[in-house]
Each structure stands twice: as structure tokens, then as C-alpha cells.
């Protein structure tokens, strides 16, 4: 009778962890075109002033530091007025990914005004199906 007891706690466990297993399986990786779209449009609604396409793409913890500021995403819609007009364009794009988070750290090439530049990364986070930036740091770059 005991060694039924310990075959059903077993097959118990083993079903457990079978199960444990199959929740964390590996989801898809999203496609660099995926990931490159949510940076094109952060930067499109930077400079369209487009609060609510901005605060769609970034999480409801969002944070980001640039110029020995910490921004978030209220703070850079305030900013937004400032920057109508202007256009980035992001070059040497590296991306890293796991399960629910995506790195990515990239040269930020001002387009309209050219004259600034920056070193930027990413944190981008799978939320609910869709990808929102987390965090983003940026260091300018300035002309010598």
C-alpha cells in the first residue's frame, strides 16, 4: 500500500512540473522591424507633439535620463512644444532580446536640426502583446 502512495505522489510531481515546464516555454522573439517601428515612433511623436501616440508606446512606469535630468513620460510631453518640427534618425541599431524584455542601443542622428547627435538605449518590455519602452538613456554628443 505504500509503494501506491509513493507512485501517486510521484506522478503528482512529475505532472506539476510538467506543467511548470509548459507555462514558460520561450515565446517568439519579435522581428527587428517590429522593435525598430516602436523607436521610429517615438521619435515621430516627439516631434509631432502627439501626446497620445507617446503615451501609448511607453509604459505607465516609463522613465528615461538624459542631460543629468530623470524625465518621465509627463515631463516629456511637457517638453513636446519644444520640439515640433524636429526629426531624428536612428543608425547602428543593436537589438538583444529574451522573453519579455528587449534591448536595444543605437546612434541617434539629428535630422532636422543636423547638428546634434546622440548615444541612446532602450529598455522595451512585452506588455500584453505589445511592445512598450520601459527605460531610455541618452547621451548627447557634442561637436568638437
Known sequence: MKIF????????LLQLSCEKASNSETLEPWADSDIKSVIDDF?????????????????????????DVKWNVDSLVALMPLTIGRKWEVRELAIAQDNELIHVNYFNQGVIPNDRSWFESMLIRKVNGELKIDFMHSTKLYLK
Open 43 to 67: 521619435f515621430t511623436a516627439l516631434g509631432n507633439a502627439d501626446s497620445t501616440s507617446m503615451r501609448k508606446l511607453v509604459s505607465e512606469d516609463f522613465h528615461m535620463f538624459e542631460h
Open 5 to 12: 502512495r509513493y507512485l501517486a505522489l510521484s506522478l503528482i
